[in-house]
């Protein structure tokens, strides 16, 4: 069983950063996958960005590069998300995601382990 906890999240005005941090805990393993996950009101779960525990490979939804990076601290156990020059239409709960594979994964049912999310409200 692996344990996501996110944190980082909070009410910003437009222009400015944030970084998301989630931490694993529990049976971790070298090989997986892990990813951001945000689910703004009325609007379905979509992908921000995925990493590759394995090689630090990494992915993002085209809306989304640009202004947001994904990274790893593997002693950590940490996976991040910076967003930078946020906008008003980022508002939404992020969710950490993790899940074993080589591979990097980007669709949502391919994770089986999920945060409990946290809220990122961005003022105008």
């Known amino acids: 069983q692996v344990q996501l906890v996110e944190s980082g999240g909070g009410l910003v005005q437009a222009g400015a950063s944030l970084r998301l941090s989630c931490a694993a805990a529990?049976?971790?393993?070298?090989?997986?996958?892990m990813a951001w996950f945000r689910q703004a009101p009325g609007k379905e779960r979509e992908i921000v960005a995925a990493?590759?525990?394995?090689?630090?490979?990494?992915y993002y939804a085209d809306s989304m590069k640009g202004r947001f990076t994904i990274s790893r601290d593997n002693a950590k156990n940490t996976v991040y998300l910076q967003m930078d020059v946020l906008k008003p239409e980022d508002t939404a709960i992020y969710y950490c995601a993790a899940w074993f594979s080589s591979r990097i994964l980007t669709r949502e049912d391919e994770y089986g382990y999920w945060g409990q999310g946290t809220q990122v409200t961005v003022s105008s």
């Open positions: 990493i590759s525990w394995r090689d630090g490979s990494t």
């Open positions: 529990g049976r971790t393993f070298s090989t997986y996958s």
